[in-house]
């Protein structure tokens, strides 16, 4: 009986747990649960089933013991991460920039003293719903960026420097065929068209869709690696998408894309309650002048 119950002592006592194992143990499930799930829409996902091959065959050397695999697996463990941590760069890098982009990390952290104010004007959210479906009646691709709090300078290098107001008219002249500057992206901050003809870097995400081009690549592409949210009008059937955090909205509607812009506007809630409790004046008060005529 004592050495029964000196077994049972030994591993079967249930060990004591407080707040701090508690909440170990969930910080632990939250950041592996995101770190597979990150993996499983990067290439890292080949990386893992190919190391999952290489732990069954040093399982089977270590239970046959096959010395000299042994050997080789260990000596060559050390270059076989350092090797991985070059060939995967750009996912790590990727992924570091969208932790940075978490609004969480934004609520804790204040990188700066400026107040929250609208990054544009409704005039230029007018001008851009405007110009965006009369290209897209018209059939002709287009593809603007709209610059949110990461700068997009090192994109807007790559065209050509306008500085310019926003309007419709300027453009749909723009990304009008057979002009010099209707190749490639517009980018737009604030009120102002910085620069037309940018070069933006490509998605290389497997799961998007086949049938779209380089110009919806390029949209969701820059979407990745940046908070902005990219306008894109196919050529081919003249819809219109949306590209943010690296996921594509299509065919998508002039409301729907008024909708988004205002949340990007920045503007307060207050400030939104008061612009509909306006326009619910001014509809009533044109509704009762039509009566009256």
Known sequence: MDAIRDIINQYLIIPKINITDIMENCILAFLIYHVIKWIKTTRAWSLVKGLTVIMVFWLFAYIFRLNVILWIIRNTINVGIIAIVII??????????????????KSIITFDDTKEKERFSDHTLNEIVRAVFELAKAKTGALIV?????????????????????????????????????????????????????????????????????????????????????????????????????????????????????????????????RLWKGRIRNERDLDQEYRH
Not at 90 to 103: I, M, S, V, W
Not at 206 to 218: D, F, N, P
Not at 237 to 247: E, Y
């Open 88 to 105: 995967f760069q750009p996912e790590f890098r990727k992924a570091l920039e969208q932790l940075g982009q978490k609004n969480i990390l």
């Open 146 to 274: 709209m610059e949110n709090e990461v700068s997009l300078s090192e994109y807007e290098r790559t065209g050509i420097a306008l500085d310019s107001l926003v309007s419709s008219e300027l453009l749909i002249n723009i990304f009008e065929h057979n002009t010099p500057l209707h190749d490639g992206a517009v980018i737009i901050r604030g009120n102002r068209l910085a620069a037309a003809t940018c070069i933006l870097p490509v998605s290389d995400n497997m799961q998007i869709s086949k049938e779209l081009g380089t110009r919806h690549r390029a949209g969701i592409g820059i979407s990745e690696i940046s908070d902005c949210m990219t306008i894109i009008v196919s050529e081919e059937t003249g819809k219109v998408s949306i590209a943010r955090s690296g996921k594509l909205i299509r065919n998508i509607d002039s409301e729907y894309l008024r909708s988004k812009l205002t949340d990007l506007q920045g503007k307060s809630a207050e400030v939104r309650r008061l």
